[in-house]
């Protein structure tokens, strides 16, 4: 079974700081999809971005990036300038292309401070 | 577009009592998913339907607890009866199938009902 490890439980950076999220996976197959989901105080899981595993490039969207090592089966996330809005448990989630459930990581609460 | 609707947000019952949650998916999405968020456990899948139909029920925890799908737009999680350990966030998410090109299979989520069975 497919298992996501976040190793850091709470991280806190200063505002417009960078800070990075780190998340590693476990699986045996090639082809699958990996996903960064945001939950703020007011609780709704929002997607911040997502991958492709055939996809070389990482992807990027506005402020968020991700950092894809397939060998190495890690799935890091990257936020820039970061914003008091960031302020959230962010979770990393895998999928394989055969299945249809997400699993999740135990999540990283991150706080940005003023 | 609405999104993943969930009600009621909060429910604080007795332990022993019936628990109805209940979810409307985003029209046009094919599966639905019921997952549940604890400290300790964290995001953990109850069940999902695919087409209104049970596909995938081995994370219901025990039979006290069960869901249903009568239609492509409705959805409900029934706990009978409720205990304290059932305290949880319950979420429900749909997403459209996987064979629409380009489509990643990115799950939309509701807000939750936050569960306190005392």
């Known amino acids: 079974a497919q298992t996501v490890t976040q190793s850091q439980p709470e991280m806190s950076v200063q505002e417009a700081e960078t800070v990075t999220l780190s998340c590693t996976y476990d699986t045996s197959e090639s082809n699958y999809y990996l996903f960064w989901y945001k939950q703020p105080p007011s609780r709704q899981m929002i997607l911040v971005i997502r991958q492709e595993a055939y996809k070389q490039q990482n992807a990027t969207e506005n402020r968020f990036s991700v950092n894809f090592q397939k060998a190495a089966k890690s799935f890091s996330l990257k936020i820039s300038d970061s914003q008091l809005g960031d302020t959230a448990m962010y979770f990393c989630a895998f999928r394989s292309q055969g299945a249809q459930k997400l699993v999740f990581g135990q999540g990283t609460r991150l706080t940005i401070n003023p | 577009d609405a999104g993943v609707i969930q009600s009621p947000r909060h429910e604080v019952t007795e332990m022993g009592q019936e628990v109805t949650l209940r979810c409307k998916p985003i029209s046009g999405h094919d599966y639905l998913f019921w997952y549940r968020q604890t400290m300790m456990r964290g995001l953990e899948l109850l069940i999902y339907?695919?087409?209104?139909?049970?596909?995938?029920d081995s994370g219901m925890p025990e039979d006290r607890f069960s869901a249903k799908m009568p239609n492509a737009s409705f959805s409900t999680l029934k706990i009978q009866p409720s205990e304290p350990r059932d305290s949880a966030v319950y979420f429900c998410a749909s997403r459209r199938g996987t064979a629409v090109t380009a489509n990643t299979g990115e799950l939309f989520f509701g807000e939750g009902s936050r569960l306190t069975v005392l």
């Open positions: 339907f695919n087409n209104n139909v049970p596909i995938d």
